[in-house]
């Protein structure tokens, strides 16, 4: 987990639902942080899924924000990690590929004090 957090230099902490679309089948998940580092916009999720799954280069995401916007996503994984347990928890980090500028919008409006008592 060391390999995310240096990943995730400026993450702001989330608990957004949202589910992952890939190879024709849905997994719901937690978006767990959100970074914005200049112009490149990454996230960490965590996804319940097999122990033999390995997610693909590019997936898609959807998530809804606490104030009702629908973002749909396309990210690119760039790493993964499966812990030793049994639990089947997946955690990819993943850049936004061509972010769209209300996401943008989205993300320049986070403040982690005020996220923590918008989003609890």
Known sequence: ????QRMFPDKIRVNLNGHIYSGG???AGIIEYI???GMEYTLCSSIKV???FTPPQIIQLNFLTPLGSSFNLTCN???FLRPE???KTLTMGMKVLNPPRQYM???ETL????LLKTWE
Do not use: H
Not at 111 to 114: L, Q, R, T
């Open 111 to 114: 403040k982690p004090g005020e």
């Open 85 to 87: 347990s049994e639990d």
């Open 105 to 107: 919008e989205f993300i």
């Open 50 to 52: 097999s122990k033999d």
């Open 35 to 37: 970074s914005n580092e």
């Open 25 to 27: 089948n849905t997994y």
């Open 77 to 79: 994984v760039l790493c």
């Open 1 to 4: 987990m060391a390999y995310m």
